[in-house]
């Protein structure tokens, strides 16, 4: 089986900064073989592609509202993929999801193979 488990979200004012992780195991779970992604759902809303980034971190791909402000990256070493979210506004609120599929650029959720639970961000104006 495979966990993703994400952590970081939080109560942030607009403007600020939140990093978010995504720590990965699983007994034949080999990280540095997936692609990994973040998606975001706000209440009401469908869950939506945010950023992703490839097997050896080489290469990324964005949604366009978050371009120059997120950064997604990755320690294969760790296990752990990161979104080092930046100038925080109030639309970015919803709870961020990781996820790991083995192709590269998936922008879809229903392609993904492995999800985590969630974490919760929140910012105010």
């Known amino acids: 089986q495979v966990q993703l488990v994400e952590s970081g979200g939080g109560l942030v004012q607009a403007g600020g900064s939140l990093r978010l992780s995504c720590a990965a195991s699983?007994?034949?779970?080999?990280?540095?073989?997936?692609?990994m992604g973040w998606f975001r759902q706000a209440p009401g809303k469908e869950r939506e592609f945010v950023a992703a980034?490839?097997?050896?971190?080489?290469?990324?791909y964005y949604r366009d509202s978050v371009k120059g402000r997120f950064t997604i990256s990755r320690d294969n070493a760790k296990n752990t993929v990161y979104l080092q979210m930046n100038s925080l506004k109030p639309g970015d609120t919803a709870v961020y999801y990781c996820?790991?599929?083995?192709?590269?650029?998936?922008?879809?959720?229903?392609?993904?193979?492995?999800w985590g639970q969630g974490t919760q961000v929140t910012v105010s104006s």
């Open positions: 980034i490839s097997w050896s971190g080489r290469r990324t």
């Open positions: 996820a790991a599929d083995m192709v590269f650029g998936l922008m879809s959720a229903m392609e993904y193979d492995y």
């Open positions: 699983g007994r034949t779970f080999r990280f540095s073989s997936y692609a």
